[in-house]
């Protein structure tokens, strides 16, 4: 069973910086895509980030250009660097890797929390 262990999330004031990681258990080229999701209270999971196993990188509009996703194959982890942060960006951000087809496998971490204050 693959694991996700995410890490970084805090408080920070708005204008201010976090770098998210997503640390997997076994080779991050055993998967299509990885992506971070997001989700604030009372609301569903949303997309924020996804690259592919070839670095192609898709953003949510609202963060695009304040956030940057990466990855380092050696390291087997994917990181989510966050800039510019907003009272908005609160939420509880979880990694997702998915192996594509034929497999179809998805694999979540548990979450990490990132709070913005004004």
């Known amino acids: 069973q693959v694991q996700l262990v995410e890490s970084g999330g805090g408080v920070v004031q708005a204008g201010g910086s976090l770098r998210l990681s997503c640390a997997a258990s076994?080779?991050?080229?055993?998967?299509?895509?990885m992506a971070w999701y997001r989700q604030a209270p009372g609301k569903q999971r949303d997309l924020v980030a996804q690259?592919?196993?070839?670095?192609?990188?898709i953003y949510t509009p609202t963060v695009k250009g304040r956030f940057t996703i990466s990855k380092d194959n050696a390291k087997n982890t994917v990181y989510l660097q966050m800039n510019s942060l907003k009272p908005e960006d609160t939420a509880v951000y979880s990694c997702?890797?998915?192996?594509?087809?034929?497999?179809?496998?998805?694999?979540w971490g548990q979450g990490t929390q990132v709070a913005v204050s004004s």
């Open positions: 690259i592919t196993r070839g670095g192609d990188t």
């Open positions: 076994e080779s991050i080229t055993e998967f299509n895509t």
């Open positions: 997702r890797a998915n192996t594509g087809e034929p497999l179809w496998r998805d694999y």
